[in-house]
């Protein structure tokens, strides 16, 4: 341990000495830090060119950008044998970077995890990937070995408990002792970036580990799977009522729209809600003044491309407002009508008939809420992963800072869930008001964390929590751009305001737009 210290304080007075850095690498392989956290192997990495790195070396992606050379450490926490003579444990990978600029990011996961990703931290993380800035970058498994939707591991009580919230907080100090280790100092400041189950990772950072990190960035949050998925079941089980049968009898939701009808309804959505904003563009940012309504779609005579029927109509309007109890009472929000919920490619919007990314049980033809909600309801464990508590008073009193974005055209989890926990966050932690330590970006036409034919979904909430952490600078707006609309950027403004183009200039250019309430 003490030579390893040693060495890590060579590194820091010979940052060039690369023979030194490949033996401290190497070396790491050895140390044994404690009884319950294993080292498998360190390898440097060399600096790599544009497109070269790989991803995964079961995946075909590579990182577009140039990336410098690292130590790479591979590790285990409490490694056991488990359920069925399963293995367990906390896989993770830790990135070393030779230029360090004094920072760590955990990166989150994604799906249910099972498996270590490349540690880079690209998400919402602009053109350069926190590691290619030269952050020390940590990733994990979250403590079982599996494809990104295997939920098997859930039959193990540790494993549960790894996933919901036990790993993320031993991986982040296994991290930090690491990091201290190598460079001869702790990490200046730490923050925490991911999206979907890595954005609920992100909230349950701020909510039971609120003295870990500096900054945390939190995108299209999983925060309650048991009553989003509920929302998605209902919104199949309406869509199936109206579906035409397939070959076997069945219903087919994907049907219950065609392709022209999609187009009309965006169409028409476009045509009620994209001016709000002061500018007819394809994109809807004033989305709180929207007020489309299926109803006005319906035909006076025959069905033909222009109208719905009233069946349609009906459909879209019931299913997009969210299940609800008999009293009217909402047990998980609908979704917002928005430009992308008509997408085809990638994860499909939900005209193209909702998609639960894990199987629920539920039967769909004979779907009741108010059972479905209880089933939800009595399932306590699944509360233990659930990131709703709103207190965070511990976390914005040492000086954090929370950023949240959300797709609104998110077809899994909805963007208006997320605003209902940043509202009742900021009125349940006391001291400060909230936008001085937390804000929330809306992001027009984005699907799930990223993708749309609507959307700027191109930005970079990494450099505005770092410079609302370090300089004090608060991030009033954050610059969007993206491959829908080549050559345009627009500001993503905190919530509650919106962008709103100022009638004059540019209006491809974020400049020439106002946040605005």
């Known amino acids: 341990m003490k030579n390893i210290t040693f060495c890590g304080v060579l590194l820091l007075a010979a940052p060039g000495a690369f023979a030194q850095q490949d033996r401290f690498c190497a070396q790491l392989s050895t140390v044994k830090m404690t009884a319950s956290i294993q080292i498998s192997k360190s390898d440097r990495v060399p600096a790599s060119a544009p497109g070269t790195l790989r991803i995964s070396p079961n995946f075909p992606g590579t990182v577009a950008v140039a990336v410098p050379a690292f130590c790479r450490v591979d590790g285990v926490i409490d490694p056991r044998t488990g359920v069925d003579g399963k293995q367990y444990g906390i896989g993770f990978a830790l990135a070393l970077p030779d ?59 540790q494993a549960s408990l790894d996933f919901y919230y036990v790993a993320i907080g031993r991986v982040a100090q296994a991290a930090k002792d690491l990091i201290a280790l190598y460079y001869g100092r702790p990490a200046d400041h730490s923050y925490f970036d991911g999206c979907s189950t890595g954005g609920r990772e992100a909230m349950i950072m701020s909510q039971r580990y609120p003295a870990y990190f500096d900054g945390i960035v939190s995108g299209d949050p999983a925060i309650r799977t048991g009553h989003s998925n509920l929302g998605l079941g209902y919104m199949t089980s309406v869509f199936d009522q109206a579906a035409p049968l397939d070959a076997s009898g069945k219903p087919d939701p994907k049907k219950v729209f065609s392709p022209s009808d999609r ?101 769909f033809s004979r779907f009741d809420v108010e059972r479905e909600a209880a089933r939800v309801e009595a399932n306590r464990t699944a509360e233990l992963g659930d990131s709703t508590w709103t207190n965070l008073s511990t976390f914005a009193g040492h000086g954090g800072k929370l950023l949240f974005y959300h797709g609104l055209s998110d077809p899994w989890f909805s963007p208006l869930d997320t605003l209902g926990y940043y509202e009742k966050m900021a009125k349940d932690t006391g001291g400060a008001p909230v936008e001085s330590w937390s804000r929330l970006y809306l992001v027009p036409g984005m699907g799930h964390c990223q993708g749309g034919s609507a959307t700027l979904d191109h930005f970079d909430m990494l450099s505005a929590v770092v410079d609302w952490v370090e300089k004090g600078v608060a991030p009033d707006r954050v610059v969007a751009t993206g491959r829908a609309f080549p050559g345009r950027s627009r500001p993503l403004c905190p919530y509650p305001q919106h962008a709103q183009y100022n009638a004059s200039g540019d209006p491809n250019d974020a400049a020439n737009f106002t946040c605005r309430e």
């Open 99 to 157: 230029q360090w600029n004094g920072r760590f990011l955990f990166q989150g996961g994604g799906g249910l995890n099972g498996n270590v990703a490349l540690p880079l931290g690209s998400q919402a993380a602009g053109d350069s990937p926190a590691l290619a800035r030269g952050f020390a970058v940590v990733t994990t498994d979250s403590g079982h070995k599996g494809a990104v939707f295997d939920g098997s591991f859930f039959r193990d009580q």
């Open 263 to 363: 187009k009309l309804i965006v169409d028409s959505l476009l045509q009620v809600c994209d001016a709000k904003d002061g500018l007819q563009d394809g994109m809807i940012f004033n989305s709180r003044a929207c007020d489309f309504d299926p109803e006005k779609l319906v035909c006076s005579g025959a069905k033909n491309d222009s109208c719905l029927t009233q069946k349609q109509a009906d459909t879209l309007q019931k299913a997009f407002a969210g299940p609800k109890t008999e009293r009217g009472d909402a047990i998980y929000p609908g979704f917002p009508f928005d430009a992308g919920i008509a997408d085809v490619g990638g994860l499909p919007g939900l005209l193209s008939g909702p998609v639960i990314p894990v199987a629920t049980g539920a039967d």
